[in-house]
């Protein structure tokens, strides 16, 4: 099984919501990510987890709530957002948090804030 | 990371090879030159990646310089399915697993 899975496929929310992404990998790998993409731009990281540990944070304001509660599942908790975070959100994992490995990435959950 | 400048667009006949150039004048000794492509709306692919060396895989070949300041991606035969945006990235090696991913080439395969 090589496949990152991401759920839901899009969300739409209200900005005084509180929602949830998921995203799975059951190939073993111990690192996990969150990127965001705006329309026509590149991704752009916001996390990484190593070893179900927080081990990058880009800055990314607390409204977004990273949660890695086993190896294979990776949670992104979403509260209080604003109509510019729409965008796709993109999850990706690797066998370790090194540069000498390929990142698998999921096809994304598309969300519109309201 | 190195910063890495890719021409934003290019277009290639159906059937002939996919010469993507990148250069990365700034790279240093101990950074990879990555490439991954996103078909539209989907998530970004590994494509292939070097040190030093050329490298082939089953998708593609990377030609690294010798001086390492530029590389160029190779689709041998382009289909209709490899039009996507393709990323150049150059990583540092114990970075904790950063991507920082440039604009990209948008390439075109025409019929």
């Not at chain 1, 916001?46 to 990273?66: A, C, H, Q, T």
Request: proline residues 7%; aromatic residues 8%; glycine residues 6%.
């Amino acid at each position: 099984d090589t496949e990152v899975t991401q759920t839901p496929k899009h969300l739409v929310m209200g900005m005084t919501n509180k929602k949830s992404l998921k995203c799975e990998q059951h190939m073993g790998h111990r690192a996990m990510y969150w990127y965001k993409q705006k329309a026509k731009k590149p991704p752009e990281l916001m996390f990484v987890y190593s070893y179900e540990k927080l081990s990058i944070n880009e800055s990314v304001p607390s409204r977004f709530s990273p949660e890695c509660p086993n190896s294979s599942l990776l949670n992104l908790h979403l509260h209080a957002l604003q109509p510019e975070d729409s965008a796709l959100y993109l999850c990706a994992s690797s066998p370790r948090s090194l540069s000498s490995y390929e990142q698998y990435f999921g096809p994304g959950t598309r969300l519109t804030v309201t | 990371d190195a910063k890495t400048t890719q021409p934003p667009s290019m277009d290639c006949a159906e059937g002939r090879a996919a010469n993507l150039p990148c250069n990365h004048s700034t790279i240093s000794g101990n950074e990879y030159v990555y490439w991954y492509r996103q078909i539209h709306s989907q998530g970004p692919q590994y494509i292939i990646h070097g040190l030093k060396n050329n490298e082939t895989n089953e998708m593609a070949s990377l030609i690294i310089t010798e001086d390492r300041k530029s590389s160029t991606l190779i689709l041998p035969h382009a289909t209709l399915r490899d039009t996507a945006v393709y990323y150049c990235i150059a990583r540092i090696y114990n970075q904790g697993g950063k991507l920082i991913f440039g604009q990209g080439t948008e390439l075109s395969v025409k019929p």
